[in-house]
């Protein structure tokens, strides 16, 4: 049957802890989800990353991956996840916010977030989530904050003085886990 190797795809990524979601629109099949995170790039199509293509002809019987460098490009982007350390604003209503960058936006548990810029006047113009690695950033105040156990991808690491938590971590994706 044509979908068999998308299952023996699927299966084989399992084994080896990548749990990959397959959408479809025929003919087109795209990966929809890795690992529970929405995959957002596309990849010939204008809706989503398409692993595979459907047969189109009634005596054709094989299904045609697109390209399989592309494909194991895009899984190793959505592996690429480290654990790091976010302080945050705790509101009276118990909700997560950033400390100083768009303030009145809230951090959701669970869901992963996308780096949005947002110029702010007296900071420099840095897009994405400023993390570290440990819990500790002695130049900030705790008063009326928590820290909150992170997940990022898409992040470059930048040496910091001790005082300043040592190294930081600037994340275009990031995840809440929990607060610690």
């Known amino acids: 049957m044509a979908t068999d190797k998308l299952k023996i795809f699927v299966e084989r990524m399992k084994k080896v802890g990548v749990e990959i979601t397959l959408a479809g629109n025929y003919p087109w099949i795209y990966i929809d989800i890795i690992n529970g995170q929405r995959v957002i790039e596309t990849f010939q199509a204008n809706h989503g990353f398409t692993i595979a293509f459907l047969p189109i002809r009634l005596d054709d019987n094989e299904i045609k991956f697109t390209d399989i460098k592309e494909i194991f490009k895009l899984i190793r982007k959505y592996l690429n996840t480290i654990t790091g350390y976010k302080l945050v604003r705790k509101m009276k209503d118990g909700s997560l916010s950033p400390l100083f960058i768009n303030k009145t936006s809230r951090f959701p548990v669970g869901v992963w977030l996308e780096a949005k810029s947002y110029p702010t006047k007296g900071f420099a113009v840095r897009k994405g989530f400023h993390c570290t690695l440990k819990p500790i950033a002695p130049h ?41």
């Open 140 to 180: 900030l105040s705790t008063n009326n904050r928590v820290w909150v156990e992170v997940e990022l991808q898409d992040y470059e690491h930048y040496d910091r003085p001790e005082s300043q938590g040592e190294t930081w971590v600037l994340a275009q994706k990031m995840k809440v886990i929990r607060e610690i």
